[in-house]
């Protein structure tokens, strides 16, 4: 039997450049991709293309006039940044606000968290050729951004929270309004579940797509539904609770798949954690001043502080540094997606392109949070 | 739901205090640890720039309850230094330590620690951008948020805005022909 | 231009009173169509990124003014810069927009894009207002606009549109008007 | 009757060229090729007309289905909008990538608009005696098939002479899809071969002449291959959940990325025009083509082609249903659901078919 060596089939690798300007990448991103055929051989991601120099304008703001500015770092969590930097500042200070403030502001973070999760659905829904979710999750956060509307007067970015209180408390109405939301998101997070997440369609792209082990991650530094889905219940709301977080009852919830659909099942779940923690702030929402007694000029001693908070995308952490001026000396954020991103390459590497786009989608990355 | 802590392979040990961490050190590397102490469960340790590999190695693998992971670094510019700050965290009760190393301003040289921490890799690269400082050994030392080919180090105290076009002050337009959308009522609304 | 002939034609016969008549009829049927048909590139830089997709969302509708977010600039008329614009954001804009097919026209959304807004003054990375890069026809200020300002600001391009005169004729081979010269990023 | 007046018109412009060509002493062969244009101008009328109603059903049925409105603004209930998107894009600067190939990169959506629009020939819209058909081929239904596979030249020819990565992607995407629906697109079309005996449009229609129970729809049998030929349609015509060719989140937008103006409109046309005749061709095959679903009985006053157009509009409308529903396949899915699922499948059915022609319950072709 004659033997026939045959030179093995060889395939010319293509480089494709996603990004910065993609219809996917949710903001600005540029992802230099090898592919071959469609199998994806190397992922190398380039950031920076919304590096927009905050932590060099908060050395020329006085601490009070930064507020504003911390929405702007991650936008879709605006209330959330602007808890972690006030609750820094506080700490900075030795204030303590009062205990209507912190429910306010609990209970504002989470309505965020629940808007922004609603804007992954959507976005996610897009990446996976279900045009129609994405509509739908947005129709279902009109009334959210009514309510944040109604309170800080902002749709999408707020400065609502002050150092030791907020700018104003809640407006007459805005239990009604809230209860008629939260009677109303379920049925619609169902329809969408059965619209996206229970279609086969759906569960054949991301079972088993885009998957980290929870080793993986934590080296990585992945936190937020991204490590839950991994099977780390590691919650700062849990573990090292701020906030009103110690007063409601949760849970955290988490898959150990370390697929797309864990991480999209776990944002799911969460929206549903967070009407039930938004339920017992409203419950048991305490009277009183929202004002805490704050020095006319802030300026707190010389001293750091570093505050670490949850959340949609993670651990959010603010380093401040003071040096007893009234404008901080350094200001550090430790955005959840720049650390989340890093963990793509090994993510994808293997998998089709169309999965580096499903995988990307369930990392829910924001571009400012990457490159602030 | 499964509680899968132990996938990371770390045993949580909750209830114990980190004192002992900071005397550890102490005793293991003497006088190149400065500053080691306990706040409200955190560490705070300050060493010399030679050992940060080592002391790293140290924490998150071989004292008793060890900080596995690297959460986040920055750096500080001190005035007469730079100083760049690891956060170093376990997964389980998110207790972290940070670890500080002092360098001088006009050579500061790091060794990277992208072999110990996957996350290193990027905040390493940012902030050799941001304050010049370099790592040595870094697998991948390209400029990370700012475009290739930048000049300066703009997170550093004695930074200037670069002289260019885009960031100029003044308008470009002599007569512009602006329209400005105002009010919140609009002839847009259909029903 | 596949119009170019026409425009030629009109560009002759524009003082006559018969030309005027035909200039005014052509020009009323290709603005129409242009401007009920504006198309923009699906470009969303940040905030207001947000905004924009709320905006073509299921509330406000932008499908309504038979506009459909294309993700190719080659089928798109509009550029709507959503955000801040970087440095390093720069020079890319500026491709995408010579990409981008005539007649075509850029809305600047929200403060980043009309002037830098909050990074004005500071940033060190941040282009102070995308008109330092493209032509810009509508600015909407806002830190993000609502999205009725947004649609204000589309219906004034449409406005824009509508006075755009064949007889002008400012695409004709060889006589496209040289848009200022914009500073490049030096590499 | 509007398909007498056409057929009544080609007559006319048929004898006044053959008049014109027996004074002057043109060869007859012009006067064909003469006819012949007239008959592909009637066509490409009748086609944009369809397409722009798809194209605007489309955007309604969309808006409908995700809580919107759709188009308003242009005309009545925005009638007038995919016209205005017309005019538009044939004034819109056409732009050839430096380095793209030229020929190549106009000969794309040319074909792939010409052949979507040739298979329209062989559409009987209307009861023999009319002839509504510019020409009634004996194998009709491959005839259609046929062509508008060619349009995957068009589609590789645009995808491969634009020079861009994404839309050399996604036409490789979409050759490699189209060939494979294809195959189980003929497996159905088989059984409604098997079961009326005629490759011929005409004769398929006519077999399912007399009631509505003659329809292959309301034939049990058949129902395997109504499901083959549905799902293996939409995959033709390339919509979600089949649409990877130019998945928006993957390839930008696939292989017409490149193209701007006309040339993307006639890929817009071509692709609308493509569904259309799958509509269509559909009808035929299991509604019935032009019967009326009434009964034989009573008077109908509605025309023949009216029922088919109404017909291939009730498919498209299930199609678009799916399409703004379902998410998308990824490509090695789409692929094994070809040929792990649908081409068994047909299979499946062709013996289904058989069994029934066997047992005498279905007509067998006579």
Known sequence: ?372 | MTDSTNDTGLIAAAGQDNSDIADNLREQFGEQIHNAEIEDDTLQVEVAAEIILVVCRHLSTEIERPYPYLSDAFGVDCGDHLQVVYHLIRSETADGAFVRVNLPRNEATLPTLTALYNTANWAEREIAEMFGVTFAGHPDPRHLLLPEGWQGYPLRKDYQRPDHPYLASEPLHEDPSVFLASGPQFETTEE | ?187 | MASTLVKTILDVIHNWAEGLAQQWGIPHLFVSIAAWIAAFVFVIVLVLLMVLLAVYLERKVSGAIQSRLGPMRVGPIGLFQTPMDALKILTKEDIVPRDADKILHTAGPVIFFVTAVIGYVVIPWDRAAIAAQVVDLNIGVLFVIAVSSIGVLGIMAGGWGSNNKYALLGAMRAVAQMVSYEVALLLAIVCVVMQTGSLSLAGITADQGGSLLQWNLLRWWMWPALLLYIIASIGESKRIPFDIPEAESELVAGYHTEYSGMKFGFFFLGEYAHLFIIAVTGAILFLGGWHSPLPATMADPIPGFIWLMGKALAVILIMMWIRWTLPRLRVDQLMNFAWKGLVPLGFVAIAVTGLAIGLGLAGGGG
């Open chain 1, 1 to 372: 039997m004659s033997e026939t060596t045959q030179a093995p089939l060889t395939t010319e690798e293509i480089v494709v450049n996603l990004g910065p300007q993609h219809p996917s990448t949710h903001g600005v991103m540029h992802f230099v991709v090898t592919i071959d055929g469609e199998t994806i051989r190397e992922c190398v991601p380039h950031i920076g293309y919304l590096h927009s120099s905050l932590e060099k304008i908060a050395e020329t703001l006085r601490y009070e006039q930064f507020i504003t500015n911390t929405d702007r770092f991650d936008y879709l969590n605006g209330l959330g940044n602007e808890l972690c930097y006030v609750q820094a500042v506080e700490r900075l200070l030795g204030i303590e606000p009062p205990p209507r403030t912190v429910f306010i502001r609990t209970l504002m973070a989470e309505l965020k968290r629940i808007s922004s999760h609603l804007v992954y659905l959507g976005c996610y829904g897009n990446d996976i050729g279900a045009m129609t979710v994405f509509l739908h999750a947005f129709r279902e956060r009109e009334p959210l951004m009514d309510m944040f509307e109604a309170v800080t007067g902002g749709r999408l970015l707020y400065n609502y929270l002050r150092i030791g209180g907020l700018r104003n408390d809640l407006p007459t109405g805005f239990t009604d309004q809230l209860h008629r939301f939260l009677d109303y998101l379920p049925r619609r997070l169902e329809e969408m579940n059965d619209l996206l997440t229970s279609n086969r369609i759906f569960i054949a792209r991301t079972r088993g797509i885009g998957i980290l082990t929870a080793r993986q991650a934590l080296s990585f530094g992945v936190t937020g539904p991204t490590l839950r889905g991994c099977g780390v219940p590691y919650d700062l709301r849990k573990l090292r609770p701020y906030a009103a977080y110690d007063q409601v009852e949760f849970d955290v919830p988490s898959f150990p798949e370390g697929d797309c659909l864990a991480r999209h099942l776990v944002r799911m779940e969460e929206m549903n954690q967070s009407m039930r923690i938004i339920r017992q702030l409203m419950e048991k929402m305490p009277e009183g001043e929202i004002q805490a007694d704050v020095p006319r000029r802030i300026k707190p001693e010389a001293g750091e502080v570093y505050e670490r908070v949850e959340s949609p995308r993670g651990e959010l952490g603010c380093y401040l540094l003071s040096d007893g001026g009234a404008k901080p000396y350094r200001m550090h954020w430790r955005g959840p997606s720049f650390y989340n991103l890093q963990a793509l390459p090994v993510m994808v590497r293997g998998g089709l392109l169309a999965d580096f786009i499903a995988t990307l989608g369930s990392l829910d990355p924001i571009a400012p949070d990457i490159d602030r």
């Open chain 3, 1 to 187: 231009m596949p119009d170019e002939p026409i425009r030629r034609l009109a560009r002759k016969h524009r003082e006559s009173p018969a030309g005027q008549l035909l200039i005014k009829i052509v020009d009323k049927v290709l603005n129409t169509g242009r401007a009920c048909s504006v198309w923009p590139l699906g470009f969303g830089l940040a905030c207001c990124a947000i905004e924009m997709m709320a905006t073509a969302a299921s509330r406000y509708d932008l499908d309504r003014f038979g506009m459909i977010l294309r993700p190719s600039p080659r089928q798109a008329d509009l550029m709507i810069v959503a955000g801040t614009v970087t440095m390093k954001m720069a020079p890319v804009l500026e491709r995408l927009y010579h990409q981008m097919p005539e007649p075509k026209y850029v809305l600047a959304m929200g403060s980043c894009a009309v002037s830098g807004g909050r990074f004005y003054r500071d940033a060190y990375s941040v282009v102070n207002g995308v008109d330092r890069i493209l032509p810009v026809d509508v600015y909407i200020p806002g830190c993000p606009p609502r999205p009725e300002g947004l649609i204000k600001g589309l219906l004034d391009i449409h406005d824009i549109i509508r006075r755009d005169s064949i007889a002008d004729a400012p695409y004709i081979e060889g006589q496209r008007p040289e848009y200022r010269q914009y500073p490049r990023l030096e590499k």
